[in-house]
């Protein structure tokens, strides 16, 4: 029974089915003859051939899909890693400056110079946030340190206070007089610094003041030292503190050599005292 089934089975199987093409020419008809399995063998194929060449398009996607993926986590490390290193490079700069024992030093010191298990976005903003604070404090450093160098600091030269500021007798009219500034007595041709960084604003002959020079030195202040035997310095040129600008002498009105100190600040004359530290 079973034998005669399976008989019938292959027979079926070998059963030819024929498929007829028929040309649009006048050319005849082609018959094949092709046996029932070979039809059902054909279309296993197929569908096999169909599925690989799905599953190499499916695969190929993914790996684009990957590799953008692998480009845009790295340049966000990329970024991260520029981010944090300028991070670094400011907080050892802050270390460095706050290492010091007093601000003068501290300011006088500084450089002036301008999705996934790791939520990337989050940190990125963190450390954004992070540096812009850094620049914040950096800024308002920058701008204390620039203060700091404009104000007139010292002596302009080192000798005795000859007349203070304020209400005195003039030296030479013998009336009443307001003294704008200090004099400070020096030996003739003893060199005279500027007390802060600058830029020199006067440098000739100014009357009763002998030979001048005015200096601005920026947020206000201005310095002018007079009586100068000979003036240092022309006008327009960059001083920093410490470098000499001109000599003492007694060109003006004045009853022997010395040095007129004035300190200026938002126009109007202050008492140089509160600028030189020690009093001599």
Known sequence: MYKSKLKSLIKKAYTPITIMIIPHTNRKPLNLKIPSFGIFISIILWLIGTGYVFSIAIDTIEYYRMQQKVQYYS??????????SALKKAEAEFRKLFSLRSKEKVLENMETSDSGAIDMEA?????????EDVGDIRDYLSQQRDLYMAMPKGWPLMGNVTSHYGRRKHPVTGGDDFHNGIDIGAAPGSPVAATADGIVSFSGWNGGSGNLVAVEHGFGYSTFYAHNKMN?????????????ISYVGSTGNTTGPHLHYEVWRNGSPVNPKSFIGGGN
Do not use: C, H, N, P
């Not at 340049?75 to 944090?84: D, L, N, R, S, Y």
């Not at 240092?232 to 000499?244: C, H, L």
């Open 75 to 84: 340049g966000q490390f990329m970024e991260m890693k520029a981010t944090m």
């Open 232 to 244: 240092a310095v022309k006008i327009g040129q960059r001083v920093k503190k410490g470098d000499i």
């Open 123 to 131: 940190l990125k903003q963190q450390i954004k946030k992070s540096v």
